[in-house]
T-cell receptor, first 112, second 113 residues
Framework: RKEVEQDPGPFNVPEGATVAFNCTYS??????FFWYRQDCRKEPKLLMSVYSSGNEDGRFTAQLNRASQYISLLIRDSKLSDSATYLC?????????????FGQGTELSVKP | SQTIHQWPATLVQPVGSPLSLECTVE??????LYWYRQAAGRGLQLLFY????GQISSEVPQNLSASRPQDRQFILSSKKLLLSDSGFYLC???WGSGANVLTFGAGSRLTVL
């Protein structure tokens, strides 16, 4: 089993749609979780951290389910500019630095 | 504010040639440093990470090595490149403790011919 797995893509949605990405992780001791966004041929950039109680940033909502070891990202009212690859990231050794492992990414394409 | 610099941005190298990619971080001290590789159409693979000078952890057996000669400098090297070394190499840094948010450099795109 991979350490971090994401939904296979690509997701092709119309503008205004709601889209959800899921990510599962294998190490139950993982302490910190993130979603990153990567535009084509660019470096990944932090989209948002994922907190235990869930958190929202505008149209984006992230949730964590420790019991099931999965993380989700919900994007509401999709914009053309949301088209990118979304990467789930998990720290599998806890909070003292160390290894941050990326999922393989899910590509989102928002169409007019 | 903290900045991360990575160079060169693009390079084309023949098989069997050496490689040196450099990464430096400014505006912070004792960062965690990382090298990732992204093959075309694939996810990010962690190659090396370092929590301090001279401390390097290698994640996968491979043709590459890393060094951290100074606190804010991280170098990725190879003595002899393989075709399979082609990819997008990304350096990143994070704080030593806490949320571990990664900030990436702009990347180095390597093509081995």
């Amino acid at each position: 089993r991979k350490e971090v797995e994401q939904d296979p893509g690509p997701f092709n949605v119309p503008e205004g749609a709601t889209v959800a990405f899921n990510c599962t992780y294998s190490n139950s001791a993982s302490q910190s979780f993130f979603w990153y966004r990567q535009d084509c041929r660019k470096e990944p950039k932090l989209l948002m951290s994922v907190y235990s109680s869930g958190n929202e940033d505008g149209r984006f909502t992230a949730q964590l389910n420790r019991a099931s070891q999965y993380i989700s990202l919900l994007i509401r009212d999709s914009k053309l500019s949301d088209s990118a690859t979304y990467l789930c990231v998990v720290n599998i050794l806890g909070n003292q630095g160390g290894k941050l492992i990326f999922g393989q990414g899910t590509e989102l394409s928002v169409k007019p | 504010s903290q900045t991360i610099h990575q160079w060169p941005a693009t390079l084309v190298q023949p098989v069997g040639s050496p490689l040196s990619l450099e990464c430096t971080v400014e505006g912070t001290s004792n960062p965690n440093l990382y090298w990732y590789r992204q093959a075309a159409g694939r996810g990010l693979q962690l190659l090396f990470y370092s929590v301090g000078i001279g401390q390097i952890s290698s994640e996968v057996p491979q043709n590459l090595s890393a060094s951290r000669p100074q606190d804010r400098q991280f170098i990725l090297s190879s003595k002899k490149l393989l075709l399979s070394d082609s990819g997008f190499y990304l350096c990143a840094w994070s704080w030593g403790s806490g949320a571990n948010v990664l900030t990436f450099g702009a990347g180095s795109r390597l093509t081995v011919l």
